[in-house]
């Protein structure tokens, strides 16, 4: 079996992974997956410069020409080279970064993570264990991942962007777990069959499998891993036990809420509308009434002053307001243009759209909060507004998240795009599916961060529908608070 690191990475998650991408390919699922993001090559390439001066070993559809090159590459005596690549028996690698100083040898896996994962260390000991094994003396194994404490001032500065965590010891005393390994996986890709491995934990951990629905097959459509609001390893355990039906856990004990998703589609069930708790929530709202959802981007590598990797940048947002009872729905938005740092812009717009010691709702305002917050701490002449803002935040999510609004089509969730389609089903202006180029919040980070490669009508294209987009989320909100309303009129 040819391996190569991320082959050897899947088989140590389960060994039926690898076995089902060689074999099965079309039974692969599309999520999204966490073990290429981890592998980020922005964060790849800036590296590289960690070291000063490098040979890079271009990439080639022919591994023996990379092994080639680095071969040709390691004739120096001190030198740095990315993409080193080694081949023993079939077990390929090639090496982010190598330094080479003398007859020894570091290596260094790099990750756009801001922490290690046990993963990691499984990466790099694979790629030891291939150089050891070709003789070349190894002396120090190193996994770079990006600080998340770090905070742009003026020019990136890569010895503090990256955190260099030295792995030697652990990358040593797994050398006999790697052959051991690679020898199970020899074996293992022998079957002809379809390998009967069951599923188990390991499915979701290090990363989501993308062949879990493959291995589900033979589970009812309504089956335990349907469930929300219950931990894999509760999901895990009664699967073990042979419960995974609907009907069979219905019987069990667990929390309320579980239950109360089984029943609901099990039985059918009216919608359960508690009026009073809605009534009181309703009571903590007041007018002029506000509507605010944000959009925001993150940058793995800070692009920006102030900006920490994978923080939060708000690009976007929409704002439905209602000045009094009765009053007709009006709307602002503010759409940051592209190529700079829209925060300074989009918190001035802000703080003249919101007016102090308003009612704002947002949809799970933790998310809302947590950059106004960040913003306000950012920008003191705006502070006191945007903190004024912050603490009149009022989160739409708590009728639908305690349940006292409840019908089958929820589907024990309690996100907006469970609960706005259960709540208006037949509402064409409110299916986000209707709506041109952009449907989800995904969708609208990726496009933001693109649009600078397009044309001048190509981005006017792609504003118009982000603007839609996300005015599309605060109408969806006023909506709902409406659909509350009329329930305990
Ligand atoms: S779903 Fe689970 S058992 Fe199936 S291949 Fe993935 S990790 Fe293995």
Redesign the pocket.
Known sequence: MYLSKSKYCNAV??N??LW?DKFMPLEKGEISNQAVLDNGTEVGILAKQLFGKYVDIPFSEHLEDMIKDTNEALKEENTVITEASFDYQGNFCSVDILVKKGNTFELYEVKSSTEIKEIYIDDISYQVYVLTQLGYNVVKSCIVYLNRFYVRKGSLELDKLFIKENVTKIVKEKQKEVQEKIEEINQYMLQKEEPK????M??MTPYE????A???KHLPEKNVFKLRRMRNSSKFKFYKQGIYTYEDLVHEKMDKKVKQQIEFELEHKEPEIDKTAIQEFLNTLSYPLYFLDFETYQQSIPLYDDVKPYMQIPFQYSLHYIEKEDDSLKHKEFLAPVGEDPRRKLAEQLVKDIPMNVCTLAYNMNFEKSVIKSLASLFPDLSEHLMNIYENIKDLMVPFYNRSYYVEEMEGSYSIKYVLPALFQDDPSLNYHNLNLIHNGEEAMTAYQNMENLSLEGQEKLRESLLKYCALDTYAMVKIWGKLKECVK
């Open positions: 998650q389960c039926k992974m089902l491995d069951d599923i188990g390991h499915c499998c993308p062949f879990f493959h291995c589900t």
